[in-house]
């Protein structure tokens, strides 16, 4: 870390008056959003710009913090020195990052296909959020940065699933900076889910169909819309999940599927290897995967519960 720190610094030696662009991956969620924030407390002439979108949690922290962000498309490149690019290092993510200069990457994630390159690349595997390498990096730390770092802690860790013993220390600090209450990071960091879809998600648990397949309690449903907040919300309890949805506009099934930590089975290759039969794509992570298909939601969730039967046969074995 403080190596990193030494890095950072001579960036800043370097960069610190400099008209930079500061943005971050694709549907920026808090641990994005703040990033991007804490380092523009210290770049007073970049501004921040937004690839497309944000997720819920972190367009309404932005409108609580009344902060607008510019369109990173809209932007005219020649303005600027270059990019300074927080929480994401592939364009997969950030598929714009390639056609600028990046002079800085902060990031946490590991190592991806597609790596963007850049002038100073700060990586930490081992971190749980970019946010908690901000709180080290930073020479200082304002009040109001202090706070948004904390939400994102928050945030990022999934309230501390995948927090260490240091990021307690870091926040612990960033709430004491900030002379708020842990309650109000809180709020901010998991913000109610708005009316229609807790009525989305609520409908969603009445409607599911549960099974049991080799000791493992799976649940399926058909949704209007939401997918991925309803296969998140079932799979509190269920050990796996899969819900649909029939996108119209494509002709197609979305699935959204997600499994809790002790279940050894690889979503992303559920998803895969159901897609592939039923003319669609796949993939995402072990425990929280999607796909498309050309069929409908209720003979595409049957192919997901087909592959995934082979698969836990397989593990069994
Ligand atoms: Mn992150």
Redesign the pocket.
Known sequence: MKKLKEEFNSFLEKYKDSKLVITSHSNF?L??LC?CIAIKSVLPNAVMALPDKMDAPAKAFADSLGLRLEELGKLNKEEYEGLVVV?CATSVLLGEGKDWEIKLIV???HKSENPLSAETFLQDEDAP???EMFGEILPEVSADVAFVLGV?IIS?TARFKSARAHTFEVLAKMIEKSGKKYPEFLVNAEPEVDLENKLNVLEAFKNMRIQMHGGYVVVTAVVPAHESLVSSSLSELADIAFVAKWKNEVSESRVSSRARKHVPIMLNDVMKEAAEELGGGGGGHPKAAGCSSKARPGETLDKCIEVLIRKIDEVKK
């Open positions: 969620d641990d994005a990033s929480d990031d946490h994630h959020s970019t946010a994102a990022d």
